[in-house]
Structures are given as C-alpha cells and as structure tokens.
T-cell receptor
Framework: GENVEQHPSTLSVQEGDSAVIKCTYS??????FPWYKQELGKRPQLIID?????GEKKDQRIAVTLNKTAKHFSLHITETQPEDSAVYFC????????????FGSGTQLTVLP | NAGVTQTPKFRILKIGQSMTLQCTQD?????MYWYRQDPGMGLKLIYY???????DKGEVPNGYNVSRSTTEDFPLRLELAAPSQTSVYFC??????????FGPGTRLTVL
C-alpha cells in the first residue's frame, strides 16, 4: 500500500517568515495530494490540494508543489501569521482506491510573534 | 447542511465495556471513513465504506466493527474496550471530488 512520510515533525518560524513542509510518497500510482490543517482540539480541515497532472497550485499565502519523478510534494506558507500555528498533515491517494487517503505523521508549526 | 456529525463528543469506558460511535452525514456522500488519531500522531484508517451495505477494513481494524445500512449513517462499534483504544476518533466522508470532510471527533478514554 501507500506510505507517506512527512518532515519536519516540528517547525518554528518568526512571524512574517516562510514555512516549508515536505512529504514523500511511495506509490507512483498516487494521483491526489491534499494538505490538512488541524488546530488544537479541532477537526482536520482541507487547506489546499493538488492532483498529479499539475506541478504547482497557489491559494493566496499557501502553495503546494509536486515532483512526480522524485515522488515528493511540499507545502509552502509565506508571510506566516500567528493564526497559522497548527498541525499540518499531508496525505496521498492511490488511483483506483476507494478514495482512501494515507496520511503523514504531521508537522507542528509554531509561528512566533 | 450540517456536514458530518459525530456523537458523543467525549466518553470514558471501563475495560471490557462496549459502545457505538455514531457518524452521520447529510451531503449524500457514498464514501465514508473512520480514523483514529493517537496523541501527536497522524490519522490511521480503521474501516471505510463505498456505499450502503459495503464496508471494508482499513489499516487498523482489530477490535472494531462497522455497518452501513443507509447512505447517511456509518456507526463504529467497539467490543470489549481496551486501553489501547484510547484515542480521538474521526469520521469523514467524500463525494465525487476526493476532498474528505471530517466530523468534530469523539474523544474516547478507556480505563
């Protein structure tokens, strides 16, 4: 099955700086890669996703890049703000699966004021 | 739309007790999932369903059972609760676009 690894496990940045979180996946048949943000005690919520036919996607201060050859994808957050502090999870979905997601282990992002 | 709802929010069980975690979605999604999230960890898939009457095991199904008699409901049953089942349980659903929508979670403690 699919295996998704996520790094780093913790990340601290100064407010206004950029943050980058990286994930690698094992199965080249994966075709959908979402990123979820989870605030303390809350449910995971989708913040951005990318499909395998696209190399980059942006939404205001967040962007995701995908390198299919290397089987890795990254989340980029620019101009970080304190409210960006949360746990971020990447995930991958195998083509042809029952839309199952395999999640990374999460990154605790702390934005220091 | 309420989206995905779960009950209860919190529960404490004694070892050996049983309970059912309820999950309901009002988005007419065919696909539904149960995950558990241990402290500081990612989400592990317990069971999933691709439609009413169809369920299958995920990565960590031992100690759990599910049923899917309607499109809306996907209850998770814990038989003979064990301390290793202390976790936060999330139900999720998806329609035709792959995005999974999560419920608010049930925090379960087994003592």
């Amino acid at each position: 099955g699919e295996n998704v690894e996520q790094h780093p496990s913790t990340l601290s940045v100064q407010e206004g700086d950029s943050a980058v979180i990286k994930c690698t996946y094992s199965d080249s048949a994966s075709n959908y890669f979402p990123w979820y943000k989870q605030e303390l005690g809350k449910r995971p919520q989708l913040i951005i996703d990318i499909r395998s036919n696209v190399g980059e996607k942006k939404d205001q201060r967040i962007a995701v890049t995908l390198n299919k050859t290397a089987k890795h994808f990254s989340l980029h957050i620019t101009e970080t703000q304190p409210e960006d502090s949360a746990v971020y999870f990447c995930a991958g979905k195998l083509a042809g699966s029952a839309r199952q997601l395999t999640f990374g282990s999460g990154t605790q992002l702390t934005v220091l004021p | 739309n309420a989206g995905v709802t779960q009950t209860p929010k919190f529960r404490i069980l004694k070892i050996g007790q049983s309970m059912t975690l309820q999950c309901t979605q009002d988005m007419n999604h065919n696909y539904m999932y149960w995950y558990r999230q241990d402290p500081g960890m990612g989400l592990k898939l317990i069971y999933y369903s691709v439609g009413a009457g169809i369920t299958d095991k995920g990565e960590v199904p031992n100690g759990y059972n599910v049923s899917r008699s309607t499109t809306e409901d996907f209850p998770l049953r814990l038989e003979l609760a064990a301390p290793s089942q202390t976790s936060v349980y999330f139900c999720a659903s998806t329609g035709g676009q792959d995005e999974q929508f999560f419920g608010p979670g049930t925090r379960l403690t087994v003592l």
